[in-house]
């Protein structure tokens, strides 16, 4: 299994902007996995944020993010990165990256068998 380790992070006010980092190791070749960020507000479930598939082609974002977040990854470094713009207090949470191998891209969380440590993003109004 893939081991994730995340930095980036902390806190932020309305309208800055973050970037959240995942590195991987171990497992198979990491161009192999499809990556994905999860994150969980308090209270609330853990929800999907982001995918990245193998080569870095093809994305999929949740609504409440798309067109402020950018999902990339950099094979060579084993890392995906997810930098969040226009930022709203909404988007306080812990975020998880995660990783599979299915051919899929996947948003659920039970496609995802290894998942980063996570990482709080606070947002201040």
């Known amino acids: 299994q893939v081991q994730l380790v995340q930095s980036g992070g902390g806190l932020a006010q309305a309208g800055g902007s973050l970037r959240l980092s995942c590195v991987a190791s171990?497992?198979?070749?990491?161009?192999?996995?499809?990556m994905a960020w999860f994150r969980q507000a308090p209270g609330k479930e853990r929800e999907f944020v982001a995918v990245?598939?193998?080569?870095?082609?093809?994305?999929y974002y949740t609504d409440s993010v798309r067109g402020r977040c950018t999902i990339s990854r950099d094979n060579a470094e084993n890392t995906v990165y997810l930098p969040m713009d226009s930022l709203k207090p909404e988007d306080t949470a812990v975020y998880y990256c995660a990783a599979h191998t299915a051919g899929s891209l996947g948003i659920r969380e039970y496609e995802f068998d290894s998942w980063g440590q996570g990482t709080q993003v606070t947002v201040s109004s």
């Open positions: 171990g497992g198979r070749t990491f161009r192999t996995y499809a």
């Open positions: 990245i598939g193998w080569t870095g082609g093809r994305t």
